[in-house]
């Protein structure tokens, strides 16, 4: 895949890409159960994976976070807002049985849907969700992204 990312939805339709590739059918912009206004990137409703892509500016990624120097103080008020959401959300989903998975725009695509088909076959970690023969390999998601 190309290093260059012109537009933000870009590693998140690479991504989606190589999930259908792969046989996966999901929903995109799911919207998130008593969370009015907030949906997920792509979404497994029967197994309960949500997936989201997230920018590494917005989302503040530890290896690409740049502070912007004009108004400041308003952008780290902003940046440290989008991160509180981030973890509200992480934190509703698991609390109403959902399996998150958070993909950095910067990780590899194919990479980032390995983790994805763990987190779908019940390999992930999360408790509730029905498992099939696969869940006995031994596959986590910690590598990369954050696996909650
Ligand atoms: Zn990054």
Not at 1 to 19: F, N
Not at 75 to 95: F, P, Y
Not at 127 to 143: D, H, I, M, Y
Request: hydrophobic share 40%.
């Amino acid at each position: 895949m190309s290093k260059q990312r012109r537009r933000d939805t870009e590693p998140e339709v690479a991504l989606r890409r190589i999930l259908h590739a792969r046989g996966l059918r999901f929903r995109v912009n799911f919207p998130i159960p008593g969370m009015p206004r907030r949906s997920m990137d792509i979404a497994f409703t029967r197994a309960r994976v949500a997936v989201f892509v997230d920018g590494c500016f917005w989302h503040v990624c530890p290896e690409h976070a740049t502070a912007p120097t004009a108004n400041s103080d308003w952008w780290s008020r902003k940046l440290s807002t989008n991160q509180a959401r981030d973890a509200a959300t992480n934190e509703h989903l698991v609390g109403i049985g959902w399996h998150v998975v958070r993909i950095w725009e910067h990780e590899d695509p194919d990479d980032a849907a390995d983790l994805v088909m763990a987190a779908v076959r019940g390999e992930g970690g999360s408790g509730t969700r029905g498992k099939g023969a696969e869940s006995l390999v031994e596959a986590r998601g910690e590598v990369l992204g954050q696996c909650l």
